[in-house]
């Protein structure tokens, strides 16, 4: 008996009960589709993070103070006092540095009439556009006219203009802390990620207006470094820890008050921590395949013992152990490949569907779309082969005997 009339009576035999074909094909929908979605969720959220941070400028190092394992790169600013305006001032002597900003950043209610929003609030210098890359939707940024005269003025992220305001803020008075700011300026959305926060989600005012009127603090929370030439990162990056050492009067780097780290640290521990939940939510979509091809392996068994006076006359006409075999695993095969097919459907769907609700890329993976017909093959030969086994080992007046 061939391999394509094999076919032709495992898809008959499949057919004859559909709803129960359709229920051993639904396990291995779901746990395809769930791989497929969530890998495919994955990539996009850490392409997503990575574009955000990249945004802010591959030539970008940031000093913050205090001393921070590697990968937590968490919105701590503020939380040691062991930086200064005076410390950003002396890195714009450093060779390779082409601009410094110094910032403080605190969580504020920001409010307008009846409406009230709690976002971060950053003290910034002019400096701020240029290193940051920021763009303006309208109005103008901080001068130094504002910073030297602490003037009460603010900068407002596009998420906090949609909230607070119904039309274009600029002009308009906020209150943060019970002080009255005008809003100069609304910035182009860029996305949040990296030290920081959201920038989106945020409102600026002058470095001194917040030190000296708002927050009451005379230090700052991080400097951020542009560098003129990426390629020189780590040298720019050693340099400006040594004068810092040095202005700190530490001898030992091991006990440095500061720490400092580039786009490319995020990069790594933002890759590490989306990777990681990317396998992890993997793992238990996995364990539905695991659950689709024992239920497979269940409706299989279920098969062979309703037709078991088949498989004897079979048998007793002289049917091959090897043909019965071969039988049982191609409908089991038919089954997974069927579910495999349609879940990877299904998967590819529901990732657009998501990502579009939730503003991600829609990433597809192709590696994960041929791992799940691979998985799905092998579904169906590992549970099947079971069931198949068993209808061939079946002795022939048994099997006819059999009500």
Do not use: H, W
């Given at each position: 008996m061939g391999y394509l009339e094999l076919v032709i009576l495992a898809t008959e035999a499949l057919s004859?009960?559909?709803?129960?074909?359709?229920?051993?094909?639904?396990?291995?929908?779901?746990?395809?589709?769930?791989?497929?979605?969530?890998?495919?969720l994955g990539q996009a959220g850490q392409k997503s993070v990575e574009s955000s941070i990249q945004s802010l400028g591959?030539?970008?190092?940031?000093?913050?103070?205090?001393a921070f394992r590697p990968g937590d790169f968490r919105s701590a600013s503020g939380t040691s006092t062991s930086l200064t305006l005076d410390d950003s001032r002396s890195l714009l002597k450093v060779p390779g540095v082409k601009q410094v900003s110094a910032e403080v950043l605190r969580r504020a209610a920001v409010q307008t009439g009846k409406v009230s929003v709690n976002t971060q609030v950053v003290g910034v210098l002019p400096s701020y556009k240029d290193v940051r890359n920021i763009e303006m939707l309208s109005g103008n940024f901080i001068s130094q006219s504002d910073v030297d005269s602490q003037t009460p003025v603010a900068i407002l992220g596009p998420t906090v203009a949609e909230n607070i305001f119904d039309t274009n803020p600029v002009g308009e008075s906020v209150r943060i802390n019970k002080i009255s700011f005008?809003?100069?300026?609304?910035?182009?959305?860029?996305?949040?990620?990296?030290?920081?926060?959201?920038?989106?989600?945020?409102?600026l005012i002058p470095l001194s207006t917040a030190q000296k009127r708002l927050f009451g603090v005379d230090f700052v929370g991080s400097i951020s470094v542009a560098v003129l030439d990426a390629k020189e990162m780590d040298q720019v990056r050693d340099e400006i820890g040594y004068l810092l050492l040095s202005r700190h009067k530490i001898s030992d780097p091991a006990n440095a008050d500061f720490t400092i780290f580039s786009q490319a640290d995020i990069l790594g521990a933002a890759a590490a921590v989306t990777g990681t939940f990317t396998a992890l939510l993997s793992g238990i979509a996995a364990i539905s395949l695991l659950v689709g091809g024992i239920g497979i392996m269940n409706i299989m068994l279920m098969s062979v013992t309703e037709r078991t006076r088949e498989i004897g006359l079979r048998k007793a006409l002289g049917a091959k152990k090897k043909v019965i075999i071969q039988q049982f695993l191609i409908e089991s095969v038919i089954i997974t490949f069927l579910g495999g097919t349609l879940g990877v459907l299904i998967g590819v769907l529901a990732s657009l569907a998501v990502s579009t609700l939730i503003s991600l890329p829609f990433i597809l993976s192709l590696p994960s779309i041929l791992l799940a017909f691979g998985v799905s093959a092998i579904i169906g030969i590992i549970f099947g082969w079971y069931p198949a086994r068993k209808a061939a080992n079946l002795v022939p007046i048994e099997a006819l005997r059999y009500e």
């Open positions: 004859v009960n559909k709803l129960r074909t359709s229920l051993a094909t639904l396990g291995i929908i779901i746990g395809i589709g769930s791989v497929i979605t969530l890998i495919s591959s030539n970008l190092l940031t000093v913050i103070p205090g005008k809003v100069i300026g609304v910035m182009e959305s860029k996305g949040g990620s990296g030290f920081g926060g959201n920038q989106d989600d945020s409102v």
